[in-house]
C-alpha cells in the first residue's frame, strides 16, 4: 500500500507536509508519495480577505480527497472552514507548535520602536485590527505571497537575497507580520525581531496545527462508532493524533462557528488545556483598531463536546458584549 498525501505546493506547504508524511510512514510502516494540488489561492491574484480568506487554499484539496486523486491532505489549521465537509473528516491533528504571531522588521526593530507611520505588511484583518488597536500611527499594508516573498518586502532580513526597492515587490516595507509556526516549519526563524505575545494578539483559530484531511471511510474509528475504518492508514493517523491539540482547536473552531465568523473576520481565538482546565481567550476588533471586545473562559470537560460547548458559551459572552456592532463577522 502507497499513501497519497495532498499538498499545495509552496515551500511551507510541502515541508509541513513533507514533515508529516514522514512521521505517517514511520508509524504506518506503508511508502507515501506527495501529489501536488493547485488551488485557486495559488492562481488567482489580489486581495486574499477579497478571495474569501485562507479556505481559497482548502476547495481544491478536498476536491482532490474526494476525487479519489489522494488519499489524504494536509492542511494548515487555520485554514480550514469551520462547516463540515461532507464525506470527509479530520482525521488526527498533530501536536501543535507555537501559536504566536511574529514581527519581522528591519534593523531588528521591535513593534514598541517602530516609528510613527511606519508601514507593516499583513494579508490578515485579524493581525491588522489588533495592530491598528496597538498602534493606531502605523501604516498597515494588505500583502499578499509566500513566506519568502513576504519577508522579501522587509529590507536587512536574514536569508534575503535581493536588495532591490521595488515597491510592492521587495525592500518596501519596514515590518510584516506573519505566524511563528510557519517560520519555524521552513527554517527562518532568524527574520524574527519580537514575538508578539498573546496579550497583544491573539491568534487565528488553529494557528500552529495541522489538519490531516480524509475520506470519512478511512478515518480511524471513533469508540463506539461503526463508521471509519481500522486499517493500517487509520491506525497511523490516530497514533499522530494529539488529544489536548484536537481539544484546543475545537474550542476555538466553535466559537468562530457561533459567531458565524468568516474568513476575513478579524477575530483571535486561543485555547489550551493546562491540568484538568481547558482554557480558550477570544478578541473581536473592529477593522480599524478603534474597539475591541475580548474575553475568556475555562472549562473542565476535557472531551470534544466539553470544548465545543466552550467555545459556544465564549462566542455567546462576546456578542452579549457587542462584537456583532463593532466588526463585519461574515466578512470573507
Known amino acids: 500500500m502507497s499513501v497519497r498525501i495532498g499538498t499545495r505546493a509552496s515551500k511551507l506547504a510541502l515541508t509541513q507536509t513533507q514533515q508529516t508524511a514522514d512521521q505517517l510512514a514511520a508509524v504506518g510502516g506503508f511508502p507515501v508519495e506527495l501529489v501536488h494540488i493547485r488551488t485557486d489561492g495559488d492562481v488567482l491574484k489580489g486581495s486574499l480577505s477579497q478571495m474569501g480568506g485562507t479556505g481559497v487554499f482548502v476547495a481544491a484539496l478536498r476536491d482532490a480527497l474526494l476525487q479519489g486523486t489522494c488519499d489524504i491532505a494536509v492542511h494548515s489549521l487555520k485554514d480550514l472552514p469551520t462547516g463540515p465537509a461532507l464525506g470527509l473528516s479530520l482525521a488526527a491533528t498533530p501536536q501543535r507548535v507555537d501559536v504566536r504571531d511574529v514581527l519581522c522588521a528591519r534593523d531588528g526593530l521591535k513593534l514598541a520602536d517602530l516609528?510613527?507611520?511606519?508601514?507593516?505588511?499583513?494579508?490578515?484583518p485579524r493581525r491588522a485590527a489588533q495592530l491598528r488597536a496597538v498602534r493606531p500611527d502605523l501604516d498597515i499594508r494588505d500583502?499578499?505571497?509566500n513566506v519568502d516573498t513576504r519577508l522579501g518586502r522587509v529590507p536587512g532580513l536574514s536569508g534575503n537575497t535581493n536588495d532591490a526597492v521595488v515597491v510592492?515587490?521587495?525592500?518596501?516595507?519596514?515590518?510584516?507580520?506573519?505566524?511563528?509556526?510557519?517560520?519555524?516549519?521552513?527554517?527562518?526563524?532568524?527574520?524574527v525581531s519580537e514575538y508578539l505575545e498573546t496579550d497583544?494578539?491573539?491568534?487565528?483559530?488553529?494557528?500552529?496545527?495541522?489538519?490531516i484531511e480524509c475520506r470519512t471511510a478511512d478515518a480511524p474509528r471513533r469508540a463506539g462508532s461503526t463508521e471509519g475504518s481500522q486499517g493500517v492508514l487509520a491506525q497511523a493517523l490516530a497514533a499522530l493524533d494529539d488529544p489536548d491539540t484536537r481539544l484546543a482547536v475545537t474550542a476555538e473552531r466553535a466559537l468562530l462557528a457561533r459567531l458565524e465568523a468568516g474568513c476575513a473576520a478579524p477575530v483571535g481565538a486561543y485555547a489550551y488545556r493546562k491540568g484538568s482546565m481547558l482554557y480558550l481567550e477570544a478578541v473581536v476588533c473592529a477593522v480599524d483598531g478603534t474597539a475591541t471586545v475580548r474575553d475568556k473562559k475555562a472549562t473542565d470537560g476535557l472531551t470534544e463536546v466539553g470544548a465545543t460547548l466552550l467555545g459556544i458559551e465564549l462566542a455567546e459572552v462576546l456578542l452579549a458584549r457587542g462584537a456583532a456592532d463593532i466588526a463585519d463577522l461574515a466578512a470573507s
Do not use: E
Request: proline share 4%; glycine share 18%.
Open 115 to 124: 516609528p510613527s507611520g511606519a508601514s507593516v505588511g499583513t494579508g490578515s
Open 168 to 191: 510592492g515587490k521587495s525592500n518596501d516595507l519596514d515590518a510584516v507580520v506573519l505566524a511563528a509556526a510557519g517560520l519555524h516549519r521552513i527554517g527562518r526563524l532568524d527574520a
Open 200 to 211: 497583544i494578539m491573539l491568534p487565528a483559530a488553529g494557528q500552529g496545527a495541522l489538519a
Open 143 to 145: 500583502i499578499r505571497g
